[in-house]
């Protein structure tokens, strides 16, 4: 069992970590740079270690610093987070090689899963359904072309080593083609150093369904169930729930089943996400598998009634998962808002600075996970994100209502944040439907049509 974990991350989920370690009785060690002497995380942990200057490249990122800070402090494991070097197979070999605990799948599956177009490969071989597309990368252009002929426009051109919404673009047709091509590999060759992409059929209205995974190093694997997350601007989520108003039973049981069977086909442990794009014929298709923890895992263990992090956290202690999957019971229904230090006036522009004034929501079935209190100044360095507001309710009608008025108790004074955008989107009539996919925000104004 883990004794003593070093969190090589910040903010909200820095906390949430060391709150799962608090109550497991696992000693913690804060790493923070220069920005984050005065943050929360810091306070929160037995012990912190300094990692350097502000820019993530010197801190958060800085391999090196942070193997050091585990070795002064003795301790036996660490907990990546997401972002950062969540998603590093470095990182986790480093980890590895210094008899460190990596709370994270092994090395070799984050590299294979890290690279779409080769974990897409590998899906295709082990029989689970992918969108129509190029087999793994293309070789050049005129291969994408090719293949984008093939499978009929629009097609999208994504990098293999993307993430965050990075390194893709939509061809509607075959004039768009080399200039989506050119910009997806630029992107992809300035966030990721690499510029191989590949091409799938751009499906027109999907929805963006994914499935929690839990796998133990003993060969046990079972879902938590889906998170809907078609909420999106520019490919980012903004909104999560659980259920999903599109998922019925039945399509539950074959999408857990599939995602399960995706997670087998490669020897997962730890805790992933299986994702995947539902179209409006009930036909889901894979789209990546990642492999560390996600922002949106509240609204899972709001169902579930599992913590995820101290589930995270004995899977890489060697523990057997103490639960089989018809143990699995999912109760109500979940959302969460995160609520972004942005102007929605600016085309939701990131705006850090100082929060002069705080007040987060409470009461029955809400759940606040942030970093921020009043006086805390946001840096500049890092994501925006000001708070994750997660509401349960014991139905949908419930949770909605619940999310609607801790909206509207929370107060954030001294920047601009996202909650006028969630309030109006929580009364949506579209969205209170459940009747929404990933276009949503493109074909719908949230500020003019209001319920
Ligand atoms: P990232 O790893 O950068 O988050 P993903 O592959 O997970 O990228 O895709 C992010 C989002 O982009 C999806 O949730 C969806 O909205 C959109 N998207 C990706 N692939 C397709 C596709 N083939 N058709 C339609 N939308 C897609």
């Not at 009461?363 to 500049?380: C, F, T, W």
Request: charged share 25%; with cysteine; aromatic share 6%.
């Amino acid at each position: 069992m883990i004794r003593k974990l070093v969190v090589a991350n910040r903010g909200e989920i820095a906390l949430r970590i060391l709150r799962a370690c608090e109550e497991l009785g696992i000693a913690t060690v804060a790493l923070h740079s220069e920005a984050d002497a005065e943050s929360l995380h810091v306070r929160f942990a037995r012990e912190s270690v300094c990692i350097g200057p502000p820019a993530a490249s010197r801190s958060y990122l800085n391999i090196h610093a942070i193997i050091s800070a585990a070795e002064v402090t003795g301790a036996d494991a660490v907990h990546p987070g997401y972002g950062f070097l969540a998603e590093s197979a470095q990182f986790a070999e480093v980890c590895q090689s210094h008899d460190l605990v990596f709370v994270g799948p092994d090395p070799s599956m984050i590299r294979l899963l890290g690279d779409k177009a080769l974990a897409r490969a590998t899906m295709v071989k082990a029989g689970v359904p992918v969108v129509p597309g190029s087999d793994g990368a293309v070789a050049d252009e005129l291969e994408g072309l090719r293949v984008a002929r093939e499978i009929g426009f629009p097609v999208i051109v994504k990098a293999a080593a993307g993430g965050g919404g990075k390194g893709m673009r939509v061809a509607a047709s075959e004039e768009d083609f080399p200039r989506a091509y050119a910009t997806a590999q630029a992107e992809s060759q300035a966030a990721f150093g690499k510029g191989e992409l590949y091409v799938e059929r751009y499906l027109a209205r999907p929805r963006h369904v994914e499935m929690q995974i839990l796998g133990d190093k003993h060969g046990n694997i079972l879902h938590l169930g889906e998170r809907d997350c078609s909420i999106q601007r520019r490919h980012q989520k903004l909104v999560e729930e659980s259920p999903s108003p599109a998922v019925s039973e039945a399509l539950r049981a074959r999408m857990g089943e599939v995602a399960v069977h995706a997670a087998a086909a490669v020897g997962y442990h730890s805790a992933g996400t299986v994702e995947f794009l539902l179209d409006e014929d009930g036909r889901f298709y894979f789209m990546e598998m990642n492999t560390r923890i996600q922002v949106e895992h509240p609204v899972t263990e709001m169902v579930t009634g599992l913590d995820l992090i101290k589930e995270q956290l004995r899977i890489a202690g060697g523990e057997r998962l103490a639960l089989r999957q018809e143990d699995v019971r999912l109760r109500g229904h979940a959302i969460e808002c995160r609520i972004n230090a942005e102007d929605t006036e600016r085309d939701f522009m990131p705006a850090p600075g100082k929060v002069v004034a705080l007040h987060l929501p409470g009461g029955p079935g809400i759940r606040v996970d942030s970093h921020v209190y009043a006086g805390y100044e946001i840096p500049p360095y890092y994501d925006s994100m000001i708070a994750k507001i997660i509401a349960h309710g014991a139905d949908r009608q419930e949770a909605l209502e619940r999310m609607r008025r801790a909206l509207d108790e929370c107060v954030i004074e001294g920047v601009p944040s996202t909650l006028p955008f969630h309030a109006r989107l929580l009364r949506h009539p579209r969205f209170i439907a459940g009747d929404v996919s990933t276009r949503f925000l493109e074909d719908e104004d949230w500020r003019t049509t209001v319920a």
